[in-house]
């Protein structure tokens, strides 16, 4: 709400209260002039601040005492005190409606704001899903699951030659067309890479395809930059390569950072061993590359013929590890289809 309507509205409040408060003293009408004020009450509500609601059903509260008093003093006889009983009845029904409301309402902007957070991170079908579990996300667990590196090849010479508006531009359209390719498959974007992505399959949520369906955003990915390139090629503009690397095993997931700055990610020596083998595609110039962990994850899960697709490239000793690791490359060409 416009901080100025609500810092306005406590004073829009205070001329009907005070026009009630004359009337009901004043007036020679019998009746419960009083309850008149949960109209300030519900005046005093649209500012969606609790305290304004219960200093303006306060104010209320004392009006009617003070009119009472005023009028008929400390006596107790006739229908008075009943109307007066019934002004404060109303008021208090109202506040209590009045906060329950409120709370209803920031519940719901808290719940669309968490909506909002996922969707960054999580395709639309998966944040359903997420909001209807109990577990919160912050909580640390463990998972099997495929994690998929992708990274522009050549991004210093490639943008060096552009204006920033224009790097940005471009850096915008290749970050989003990799996340329709991760949410696609029902991947959760763990960070973006500058000029890439971390994505996750598997968590939080695990499925019996997870090693499937990142195998299927890879290919998804690889043809999306040759439909791409197609463009440019039209406009003049130069082709863009990108590198995907995916290894499949187990991950933490959790909050991690200072309390000021929290992000959900998920971390163990499955992130660092894709890490590394995407950044070992160019030396072995596949556009895709994979351990032999995930060639086999993708046979247990049944998808025999993504895994055919795959060229044993042997085994490779990558930075920072000390044990080779067997690598599969897969050809680009391969039909993907479901």
């Not at 009337?23 to 500012?47: E, G, M, N, R």
């Not at 049944?302 to 590890?321: I, M, V």
Request: charged share 20%.
């Amino acid at each position: 709400m416009d901080v100025r309507k609500a810092s306005f509205l406590p004073f829009v409040a205070v001329a009907p209260g005070i026009g009630i408060f004359i009337f009901d003293t004043v007036s020679p009408l019998q009746f419960a002039v009083a309850v008149l004020y949960v109209v300030v009450v519900l005046v005093a509500a649209t500012s969606y601040r609790r305290r304004v609601v219960l200093m303006t059903s306060g104010a209320c509260v004392g009006l009617t005492v003070l009119s009472y008093a005023i009028v008929h003093g400390f006596q107790i006889a006739g229908t008075a005190p009943l109307r007066s009983v019934m002004s404060l009845v109303a008021i208090g029904i109202t506040t209590f409606l009045s906060l329950r409301i409120l709370s209803i309402t920031e519940r719901l902007k808290e719940t669309e704001r968490h909506r909002t957070n996922l969707a960054r991170y999580f395709s639309p079908q998966r944040v359903k899903q997420l909001l209807e579990i109990d577990t919160p996300l912050s909580a640390a667990r463990q998972e099997r699951a495929a994690v998929l590196f992708v990274d522009m090849i050549g991004s210093t010479a490639y943008f060096s030659r552009l204006m920033p508006d224009a790097t940005i531009e471009i850096l915008r359209g290749l970050l989003a067309l990799l996340s329709a390719s991760v949410f696609a498959h029902n991947g959760t974007i763990d960070k973006f890479l500058g000029d890439g992505l971390m994505a996750v399959f598997g968590a939080p949520e695990p499925s019996a395809v997870d090693a499937t369906s990142a195998a299927r955003c890879a290919l998804e990915i690889q043809a999306s930059i040759d439909r791409w390139n197609e463009r440019c090629q039209r406009t003049g503009g130069a082709a863009i390569r990108v590198a995907v690397g995916i290894h499949y095993g187990d991950v933490v997931q959790g909050d991690v950072g200072s309390d000021d700055h929290l992000e959900l990610t998920v971390v163990g020596d499955t992130v660092n061993l894709a890490s590394r083998v995407e950044a070992y595609c160019r030396p072995l110039e596949a556009a895709v590359l994979v351990t032999r962990a995930f060639v086999d994850a993708l046979c247990a899960e049944g998808s025999d013929n993504l895994a055919a697709g795959f060229r044993d490239e042997g085994h490779h000793t990558l930075r920072g590890l000390s044990e080779p690791v067997h690598l599969y490359s897969m050809r680009r060409s391969l039909d993907h289809e479901h």
